[in-house]
C-alpha cells in the first residue's frame, strides 16, 4: 500500500507561482513513477506532469515551459513548480503514484488562479 498527500495548493493572482508538493508513505520502494493531474470543474481529470525512477520527465503542452515536476534524493516527495499560472490553470491538483500492479491517489489539493 501507499499513502499520497499533498499540500501547497491556493488562491493565487494571475502570473504567479506556487509549488504543490507530494509526501508518499508505505510501500515507496515499489513505485516507478509518479504525477501530477488536474481536474477543472465539469471536466475529466487531465495529465499535468510524469516523472518516472530513470527521472524521464512528461508534460501536458499546456503547461511545458512554466511547470516542473522533480523528486527530492529520497524519491518519496514529489514536487510540481507552477510558474506564470494562468486562470485556466485552477483546478483540483491530484498526485499519483504507480506501482507494478495498482495506481494510487492522493486526496487532491485545490488550485485557484484569479484574473
Known amino acids: 500500500q501507499v499513502h499520497l498527500d499533498e499540500s501547497g495548493g491556493g488562491l493565487v493572482p494571475a502570473g504567479g507561482s506556487l509549488r504543490l508538493s507530494c509526501v508518499a508513505s508505505?510501500?515507496?520502494?515499489?513505485?516507478?513513477?509518479v504525477g501530477w493531474y488536474r481536474q477543472a470543474p465539469g471536466k475529466e481529470r487531465d495529465l499535468v506532469a510524469t516523472v518516472n525512477t530513470g527521472a524521464v520527465t512528461n508534460y501536458a503542452d499546456s503547461v511545458k515551459g512554466r511547470f516542473t515536476i522533480f523528486r527530492d534524493n529520497a524519491g518519496t516527495t514529489i514536487y510540481l513548480q507552477m510558474d506564470n499560472l494562468k486562470p485556466e490553470d485552477t483546478a483540483v491538483y491530484y498526485c499519483?503514484?504507480?506501482?507494478?500492479?495498482?495506481?494510487?491517489w492522493g486526496q487532491g489539493t485545490q488550485v485557484t488562479v484569479s484574473s
Open positions: 499519483n503514484a504507480r506501482t507494478a500492479f495498482q495506481l494510487y
Open positions: 508505505g510501500s515507496t520502494h515499489n513505485i516507478y513513477a
